[in-house]
């Protein structure tokens, strides 16, 4: 049969039986199969979208936050810090009782008056020559830093001398107190609640802008004065008067933004009136500015530690009386000091997921340093008082992942620091935590005979990450096994006469061993051989002591209370050696301080 035509095709195609009947077979199938690969498409295109994007979300994780240690505790020092009273208000003149007679240009304060009105208040609380004394005793505190505007437009006040400038300071600083409470009724104990309720007494609302005053001028000269004596005498002086600013909430802010400066920055003299101020306030008013304090004190130290100094002799001292004001209220600074090391538990996951170089270095930085140095000495001060346990087991785990970040010989120092800490708080709360494997790591540093010795001690090197000459000095080889010796001993020491002794020492001693074989410098081999035997020989006493026990040793009670009069005597060998090195080791230290 031939081909048919184009015509004929064209009808038999549309019209047919037989090909009608295969469209309609053909039709479905043809339809669900490029549905499913249209489908296939899809869901490959998305599936490529999620590879795509999930790279992106990971970058997003791992892209590094500046998050200041500061920052956790909010904004409540700034309304602290807000300066909400002046010093322009002017003099007292208002409230003399003057003739036009009384009335000059200029107003000097001779030495013969002077001894007048200090009589005339001494001995009979008269309140005219108080308020002289005070209009002059602000005149010499605002002395070169008179604002203009401040005095009236016809009066003075002028000083003849510079005696009589020294004597009316002097006189006001030691008398005004007193004085106050005389002519109030007060006794040196009243609270603040007794200031607060005198404003139902008349003779308070003569007496306010005195006190007020007084306050006033005597911030400004601590504040201005250059003289290390005077601001040292006013802060003492200043102390005893404390509870009268319960009147005055916006001085008080100025005195605890002006403490807490001095407190920083100020000499040793200084620094610990201007705390012993800071302390008193905090237990006077309480709850009202207790969080204050330790707000305003806690960022000032964090800031100060932040900055290189030369002496930094001055930090330990701002530590400890941070953690006595914190020790005065454990349950508020509790809820500070987990806020706090929470905050240094995140930049630290942040660090060790990404290694990020800034996160690192926000690690290794000052301010991160000594904010886990506060906390673990405010852990250690009250643990045994109150429950802290969730702290401790938190700060535990924040040092031992800096321990962690920090590998190489170049940060010797701060993983000895981290091993101090940890000693430090086994020592106090009692509970054992394993630091054999991060000493024993500082053994495996490689070090050289080759360099030659270091004029600086390592000690004094203030950077975290120490010179690559460093590494081939001897002081680094020395420093090396010296601080493995003297770490090991302060945990030996804690734990020599536990029943479990034998098994923690054992490892440690065995890696001693390999390090006294493979070591050339004879000193050294020395130091760790005698190491070695004082441990053997507290190992095997109590070894000794363990096989004659009868108790299981699941029987906690029975193993806790084992070799308890041994524990109580301290001649043993062993017990003497480790109490010489840690003896030694602080020794070296406050040569240091």
Known sequence: MGKLGKKARKFAKKNLQSVEKRSRKLKPFIKKKFA???????????????????????????????????????????????????????????????????????????????????????????????????????????????????????????????????????????????????????????????????????????????????????????????????????????????????????????????????????????????????KDISMVFNSECFDSCLINMYKAFLHDCDIPKANSEQRPFLRDSLVELCSQDVQKSYTKASVSITQLAKLLKMALATKNKEAVEKIHSGEYINCVDLWVNFIAANVQDCDLQPLLYTIVQVINGVAQLIIGPRYLLLRVKCIHWLNHLSRTSGIFIPIASLVLDMLEYKTTNDGEKQEQKLEAVSTVKLPKNWLKSQNFQEQCIFSVIELLAVHFAQWSFHISFPDLATIPVMRLKKFHERSTMEGLKRVVKRFIEQVESNIEFVQRKRDDVTFSPNDQQSADTFMQLEKQNANAPYTQYYQSIIDKALGTNKKKK
């Open 36 to 278: 499913k690969r249209n489908e296939r498409h899809q869901a490959g295109d998305k599936q490529e979208k999620k590879v795509e994007q999930q790279p992106k979300k990971r970058c997003q994780e791992e892209e590094f936050q500046d998050i200041a240690i500061d920052a956790v505790f909010g904004k409540d020092d700034d309304e602290v810090l807000r300066d909400g009273d002046s010093d322009s208000d002017g003099y007292l003149d208002e409230l003399v009782n003057e003739t036009d007679s009384d009335i000059m240009k200029c107003k000097v304060l001779s030495r013969s008056f002077l001894a007048t009105c200090c009589d005339m208040v001494d001995k009979e609380q008269y309140v005219p020559a108080l308020v002289r004394l005070l209009n002059w005793y602000r005149a010499a505190c605002q002395y070169g830093h008179e604002p203009s505007g401040i005095a009236r437009p016809n009066i003075y006040y002028d000083i003849e001398d510079s005696e009589t400038f020294a004597k009316v300071i002097i006189f006001v600083l030691q008398k005004a107190d007193h004085t106050f409470r005389s002519i109030l009724g007060l006794s040196d104990s009243s609270t603040k609640e007794k200031i607060l309720k005198l404003k139902n007494n008349p003779k308070w609302d003569s007496l306010k802008p005195l006190v007020k005053s007084f306050f006033r001028s005597t911030l400004h000269l601590v504040k201005q004065a250059g003289d290390l004596e005077i601001i040292s005498f006013t802060l003492t002086q200043l102390r005893v008067s404390i509870v009268f600013l319960a009147a005055f909430p916006d001085l008080l802010k100025k005195l605890i933004k002006i403490s807490v400066h001095l407190w920083v920055t100020g000499e040793e003299t200084i620094s610990q009136q201007a705390f012993l101020i800071l």
